[in-house]
């Protein structure tokens, strides 16, 4: 039996790596009140006592545009803890660790590659960058840095479940429509994390989103489709697209940053999903979960 730790465990991707969790692990499961990854001391001496065969890391500071205020607090939870991670890590210690596309900002004419040259065009962005250099300069031998893009499930806080409370209330939305880039479920990417843990001896970055480039527009416009098909929202709801200039935040967002999966495909054996099919499967869950 394999001994796991699983970091940010009470996450959106946390609870799902928890709940995919396969019978032949031991896991244990660590939420930021359990455990602060910024607690160095803590973290290493978990490490030293229970002597993990993997460590899972999904906790992360995610506020993309708090991070532009809170500048020191996203890099001491994405760059420094994650160094701290890795420093305490033996090498027989398998990590996995999960970043972003928003490591990327320029425009690319095809989906971006795990060796690509990154530019990050946000403070949360920077930060996550950071980590990934951190793994790769203190563990290099063992470890997976799995960027995804646009991650959503059927619950917590992410743009599906938005979506669906603003279509409950609203009449008008308007949603940008010139930032392009692939959806993910977080339920597939948990099962894609078990495998790249336990089925693989590959190192270095890797890319997984659901198949397909779209923007938020196109995004919002299937949620409104299918959440109607399913009965999950009986009411219209008109969607307008707009241009981000039309909606500023205080952090840039990535103009383009579909990621190219394939080596994922290669090395798992495992095909990517169209993002209208696993968006299905989610809302199906959200249905279920709210029946
Ligand atoms: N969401 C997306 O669209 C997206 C896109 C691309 C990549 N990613 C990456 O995917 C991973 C998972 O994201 P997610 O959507 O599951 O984010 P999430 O729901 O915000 O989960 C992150 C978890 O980390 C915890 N955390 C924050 N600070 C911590 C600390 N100091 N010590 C321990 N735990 C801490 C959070 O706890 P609290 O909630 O209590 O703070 C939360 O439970 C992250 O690495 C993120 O960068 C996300």
Request: charged fraction near 20%; include cysteine; proline fraction near 4%.
């Amino acid at each position: 039996m394999k001994k796991v730790i699983l970091l940010g465990a009470a996450g959106q991707l946390g609870l799902l790596v928890a709940k995919s969790a396969p019978d032949n692990v031991v896991l244990n499961c660590f939420s930021r009140e359990e455990l602060d990854i910024r607690d160095h001391g803590a973290v290493k001496e978990l490490i030293l006592t229970t002597s993990p065969d993997i460590i899972i890391n999904t906790a992360a500071y995610t506020a993309v545009d708090n991070a532009e205020e809170q500048h020191k607090l996203a890099y001491e939870i994405n760059a420094q803890a994650v160094e701290n991670i890795a420093i305490n890590t033996p090498s027989e210690t398998r990590i996995i660790h999960v970043s972003t596309d928003f490591v990327f900002s320029k425009i690319s004419k095809h989906p971006y590659k795990p060796a690509d040259l990154i530019a990050p065009g946000s403070i949360y962005g920077q930060s996550k960058a950071a980590g990934e250099k951190a793994i790769i300069q203190h563990h290099p031998g063992n470890a997976i840095i799995l960027r995804t893009s646009w991650l959503y499930s059927a619950q917590g806080k992410n743009f599906v479940t938005t979506m669906l409370g603003l279509m409950a209330v609203k009449d008008e939305l308007s949603i940008v429509s010139d930032q392009f880039g692939s959806p993910t479920s977080a339920h597939l990417l948990a099962r894609i994390i078990w495998k790249f843990a336990l089925e693989s001896q590959v190192n270095g970055v890797f890319h997984w989103s659901d198949e397909g480039i779209i923007t938020w527009y196109d995004f919002a416009l299937e949620i409104y489709t299918q959440a109607r098909k399913l009965g999950i929202l009986n009411k219209d709801v008109s969607i307008r697209a707009i241009t981000t200039k039309d909606y500023p935040t205080p952090a840039s967002r990535p103009c383009y940053s579909a990621l190219d999966s394939t080596a994922t495909e290669d090395v798992l054996g495992i095909k990517t999903s169209p993002w209208r099919v696993e968006l299905y499967k989610v809302l199906e869950k959200r249905k279920g979960c709210s029946n």
